[in-house]
């Protein structure tokens, strides 16, 4: 019974920043419990080889090329992954971007760039998949990347992250905001706030502050590649019905120190 609430299969999940880093282990975490998964991204290349490396591992997987900056890609995501098999049971809103630079001469198209992506480009997305799967079918699971820097400012010494924190700290408010309303629906809406993991977004800072990262935080290191598999699992499956607008910290205890 209880390895049956973990069971996807039949499943169709779709993961926007999918083709690398925590959106391609969440996608092997899924699909190695049966869920179909279409991984969304802007490049081709990347997408073809997440497909190829999931499907050695007899993972059915899809490429959508979509940048979901734009405002015209989250129906035309929505309707490609609904055509998969006539439905979409778990959304993981994973793209991302981000920006270093001091709070007082951020640029204004950077700030753009990072909002428009990590927060109206969620907020397109599941508002498209919402209407055409979820909400019909009265069942749903959205899982949200947040970041422990939508939860606290980053180290002393560090370069300012100011749009990508605030856009994280809005994502953990959207995650809220939307289990409440859709709830009723039949739709959970949960998040996960990892800490640091090595990617090619954290590469440049990682470069430089890795080993003081690691040293501040209680486990004594950094994210692996599969420490968000167990959580994302959690959240999209049935093992997670109950669970709704609560927001899971995965950062080796360094918020708490």
Do not use: C
Not at 159 to 168: F, M, R, W
Request: aromatic content about 6%.
């Amino acid at each position: 019974m209880l390895r049956a609430l973990f069971d996807l299969s039949g499943r169709v999940a779709v993961i926007s920043g999918g083709s690398r880093g925590l959106g391609l282990q969440i996608a092997e975490a899924l699909g190695e419990f049966g869920a179909t998964v279409a991984l969304v991204a802007r490049k081709e290349e990347e997408l073809a080889a997440a497909v190829d490396h999931l499907s050695k591992q007899n993972i059915r997987a899809a490429p959508i090329v979509a940048d979901l900056a734009d405002p015209a890609a989250a129906e035309m995501v929505a309707a490609r992954a609904f055509a998969l098999a006539d439905r979409i049971d778990i959304l993981v809103n994973n793209a991302g971007a981000a920006w270093g630079a001091p709070a007082e001469s951020h640029p204004l198209s950077a700030w753009r760039k990072v909002i428009d992506l990590n927060l109206t480009g969620t907020f397109l997305l599941t508002q498209a998949v919402g209407r055409a799967a979820m909400l019909p079918a009265s069942t749903g699971r959205i899982v949200n990347i947040a970041s422990i820097e939508g939860m606290r400012g980053r180290l002393p010494g560090m370069p300012g992250t100011i749009a990508y924190a605030t856009s994280k700290g809005g994502m953990i408010s959207f995650t809220r905001s939307l289990a409440a309303e859709w709830g009723p629906r039949g739709i959970t809406v949960n998040a996960i706030a990892p800490g640091f993991f090595p990617s090619k977004m954290t590469r440049g800072t990682l470069d430089r502050f890795g080993a003081e990262i690691a040293a501040r935080t209680p486990l004594g290191r950094l994210g692996g590649p599969h420490d968000l598999k167990g959580a994302a699992l959690l959240f999209a499956s049935d093992a997670g019905a109950h669970i709704t607008g609560q927001v899971l910290v995965i950062d080796g205890g360094a918020t708490v120190v």
